[in-house]
């Protein structure tokens, strides 16, 4: 079932990513989204690598049919760690405007060259992962499914 999890959560967190970096006026609103669903990714993808590897080891009949999904699946786990740390240093210096009609309380952005450079990196991070976990998946099945 983590494995789900992962299926599911990544991509949404991509696609939190993907806004975060876009819309700077609901920045104050998904920056601890971010944060979180970012570190809940990379969590769920190792915990579902490591029950790759535990079933393929009380299954070793089933090491060659799975080789390339686990390799895609330890790539798809770099990919969370290296979008994770991006996610989270978005999150920590992007700044916008708050909800706070007084603007108390408001994050003031990093420079705009800055700026410019974090959101672009956030969103080839996200993207890679998006890319990432729909490989992993589609060789899951092949293997699984043939194909």
Excluded at 8 to 34: G, H, I
């Amino acid at each position: 079932l983590v494995i789900h999890l992962t299926v599911v959560l990544v991509p949404v967190t991509a696609m939190t990513a993907f806004v975060f970096a876009a819309v700077r006026r609901w920045r104050w609103m998904l920056r601890w989204p971010l944060a979180v669903l970012a570190v809940g990714s990379l969590v769920s993808t190792g915990v579902s690598v490591l029950a790759g590897k535990a079933f393929v080891e009380a299954r070793p009949q089933l090491a060659r049919l799975v080789s390339e999904h686990e390799e895609a699946g330890e790539l798809l786990l770099v990919c969370t760690a290296v979008f994770t740390v991006v996610a989270l240093v978005a999150a920590g210096t992007l700044g916008g405007p708050t909800a706070m009609a007084s603007g108390r309380g408001m994050r003031r952005g990093s420079s705009r060259p800055v700026e410019v450079g974090v959101s672009a990196l956030l969103t080839v991070a996200a993207a890679a992962c998006l890319y990432q976990v729909v490989r992993t998946g589609d060789l899951g099945a092949r293997a699984v499914w043939g194909g």
